[in-house]
């Protein structure tokens, strides 16, 4: 049940015969550094006879290099006003598939650095470990021999050093991505919210990373009432009742950044009472990318354990089923921030599931060390509708805006290849939420879709702030705290497809790798 990262190994010879094939990834064949001089020439030869060498990935017999194969997958032009470092994750991906169909099984990656890209090589290895991973289920089915696609993957670089680093960096970084990949998209009776648990204790078992479970209903009724709002229905079922999840890792030394993260962990969402009809339903066990996406960062916290961070997170575990005992839309709720919350539409049951949490971090964040807080989630179809289908997208409270935090984020992204697009949480998302008579202070949302209600996925950001408290410490209070809320619901992967582990390159590269890299 353990994560299974694919096994990488580094060389700086290309003639290896531990291999038994390479794959080439370059903008092109021409601007191969000297120390790759030996695969210019089948290139340049090949090119004699295909125009569109660097259009389609290619094979070639080339006696003398590992299983005598090259793979080429070039990345095509690198240099326009819309090329980003993603070109040569897009490339290793393809490159790597087309291996698998030439029956490689101990492919050698090369992707030499680039001088606008200097973390290619990495990216390049992330990409090729994207299209290696196996699912969860075909792992435990033991479908295949082995739960590995090939038995290694390679990775050139021409320094040792370089070489060590990389793959260093390209296992802990992926082993998060499968610990998000195997929550994230797995069935959602294979990670209903009590086996997510076991997955999740089994994983943080003799690491740095302390797990506590709250299971008590009474507990979560009264901690969390939201959440438990949203679980009244699922809880009449034993394998698919609420957990919330939490975790929490200290580096050594003194703690010079606090970092709190909710995120959404909905197991299965029917829509509840409002119902998901006409086969929108299809795809929503991977209403938990959010919750997926804070254990996966937490294993990357467990590989490379920096010092001087604190992170505490929270998993909101909860199946949103439809019944007789399901919540409904007109009901008051009120939050663990003692807000009336009227529900206008039980479909909106992400935000639900977490402002309690978010309220409870809030309590905490005031006596920790310089804290951030956030929510992550596959919250909106307006976060698609908006930014397309490959995109996250953060926003930030008055406090995190002045500290430029999603801008921060956001070229942070741009590193790995994890890509955000920022919002702002304007009045007019607060307008929204105020309630609509003297019952509720808050009107949970509306009765349409996110993606036919204008800000679709700017207003729920407001709705955490206000149902939570922290509206209590924006700019204008004594403790402002920085708070900021990611919408994954477009970068978090194609269904059918497998998950990408968006936003966790980001975080990473932000919070654990500055120097790393």
Known sequence: ????????????????????????????????????????????????????????????????????????????????????????????????????????????????????????????????????????????ANVNPTNYKVCVLGLWTAQEAEGQTLVKLADALESGRVAYRDIGGSDPERMAA????????????????????????????????????????????????????????????????????????????????????????????????????????????????????????SMAMVRNSVGADCYVADELVVSRAGRRVRVGNTDAEGRMVMVD?????????????????????????????????????????GPAHRSSNAAQWQKAGEVLGDVFEVSSIRREDYEFHKGKSEYEDILQCNNLPSSATPRGHQTPAAFLIMASGLDKHGVDSDKP????HIDIAGSSGPFPGIPTGAPILAMATNYVLPDGL
């Open 1 to 140: 049940m353990c994560t299974s990262v694919q096994p990488v190994e580094w060389t700086s010879d290309l003639k290896n015969q531990n291999f038994d094939g390479i794959v080439l990834v370059a903008p092109s064949y021409e601007t191969l550094p000297p120390a790759l001089e030996c695969l210019r020439a089948p290139l340049q030869d090949y090119s004699s006879v295909d125009s569109g060498l660097e259009e389609e990935v290619v094979v070639l017999k080339v006696p003398g290099l590992p299983g005598n194969r090259l793979v080429f997958a070039s990345t095509g032009p690198v240099n326009r006003d819309y090329d980003d470092v993603r070109r040569f994750s897009d490339a290793a991906a393809n490159g790597i598939k087309r291996a698998l169909k030439a029956g490689m099984q101990r492919p050698l990656l090369v992707c030499p650095p680039h001088k606008d890209y200097k973390h290619s090589t990495m990216v390049a290895a992330l990409g090729a470990l994207q299209a290696l991973y196996m699912p969860l289920e075909v792992r435990e």
């Open 194 to 313: 009590p086996r997510v648990t076991e997955y999740v204790q089994e994983l943080f078992r003799d690491s740095p990373v302390q797990v506590e479970v709250v299971s008590n209903l009474k507990v979560l009724e009264k901690e969390y009432p939201c959440l438990a709002a949203v679980n009244r229905c699922a809880n009449s079922v034993p394998r698919h009742q609420a957990r919330v999840i939490k975790l929490q890792y200290c580096g050594e030394g003194p703690v010079h950044k606090t970092l709190m993260l909710v995120g959404k962990g909905i197991t299965y969402d029917t829509g509840g009472a409002d119902i998901k009809a006409g086969g929108f339903m299809a795809g929503m066990h991977r209403d938990k990318c959010g919750a997926a996406a804070v254990a996966g960062f937490f294993q990357i916290l467990a590989k490379l354990k920096p010092s001087h961070l604190k992170v505490i997170g």
């Open 357 to 397: 949490l978010l309220c409870e971090m809030k309590e905490k964040a005031v006596r920790e060390t310089s804290p951030s807080l956030f929510t992550i989630a596959t919250l909106t179809g307006h976060a698609i509708r908006a930014m397309g289908p490959n995109y996250s997208i953060i926003m930030d409270n």
């Open 481 to 484: 705290l920085p708070y900021s």
